[in-house]
T-cell receptor
Framework: AQSVTQLGSHVSVSEGALVLLRCNYS??????LFWYVQYPNQGLQLLLK??????LVKGINDFEAEFKKSETSFHLTKPSAHMSDAAEYFCAVTSSNFGNEKLTFGTGTRLTIIP | DGGITQSPKYLFRKEGQNVTLSCEQN?????MYWYRQDPGQGLRLIYYSQIVNDFQKGDIAEGYSVSREKKESFPLTVTSAQKNPTAFYLC????????????FGQGTRLTVV
């Protein structure tokens, strides 16, 4: 079985401040991990993915995430928040034995940027 | 441009009626998926298809039906048996391989009136 927990359904940060969105996963086999972003009334767009090649993964728009096996975490960070980062963010996990039919999503974190 | 097209963007249905949501992709992906999104619950898998003429139930398939007659198309029918159909529906596709991301359409918001 696999699962994802996103800590904090709502996160607010000031423009220019560090963004930290938390994701912890559970998987009985080596996981593949993803972060997606969703703007209002739109579909999801991939930010980055963990492929087991490197523990620090860089994505679009200066986002990055670090895979920490010992902590079962895959937290998303961005050094300096922009107003355009306001959106909902989803962490997702799938196991190495399956394709996307076993992709499990977290419940999402809504990021608000304070001017 | 390659992508996934969902239509319509907004859909209203009367109670007791079936309604079909369209999903078309020109990415040449073998696998396609339907998700339901409700506030605070993330995305839940309704049905998926890995190849033409074959599909599998996801976690919340009751009250829904699908078909996959063409590689490019994966329509979802919300039947009258679905007790709470008001939601945001997302279609996605991917290649059939490990560690590949899904590409999503823009979604259809279904409201029962």
């Amino acid at each position: 079985a696999q699962s994802v927990t996103q800590l904090g359904s709502h996160v607010s940060v000031s423009e220019g401040a560090l963004v930290l969105l938390r994701c912890n996963y559970s998987s009985s086999v080596p996981p593949y991990l993803f972060w997606y972003v969703q703007y209002p009334n739109q579909g999801l767009q991939l930010l980055l993915k963990y492929t087991s090649a490197a523990t620090l993964v860089k994505g679009i728009n200066d986002f990055e995430a670090e895979f920490k096996k010992s902590e079962t975490s895959f937290h998303l960070t961005k050094p300096s928040a922009h107003m355009s980062d306001a959106a909902e963010y989803f962490c997702a996990v799938t196991s190495s034995n399956f394709g996307n039919e076993k992709l499990t999503f977290g419940t999402g974190t809504r990021l608000t940027i304070i001017p | 441009d390659g992508g996934i097209t969902q239509s319509p963007k907004y859909l209203f249905r009367k109670e007791g009626q079936n309604v079909t949501l369209s999903c078309e992709q020109n990415l040449n992906h073998d696998a396609m998926y339907w998700y339901r999104q409700d506030p605070g619950q993330g995305l839940r898998l309704i049905y998926y298809s890995q190849i033409v003429n074959d599909f599998q139930k996801g976690d919340i398939a009751e009250g829904y039906s699908v078909s996959r007659e063409k590689k490019e198309s994966f329509p979802l029918t919300v039947t009258s048996a679905q007790k709470n159909p008001t939601a945001f529906y997302l279609c996605a596709s991917s290649i059939r391989a490990q560690n590949t991301e899904a590409f999503f359409g823009q979604g259809t918001r279904l409201t029962v009136v």
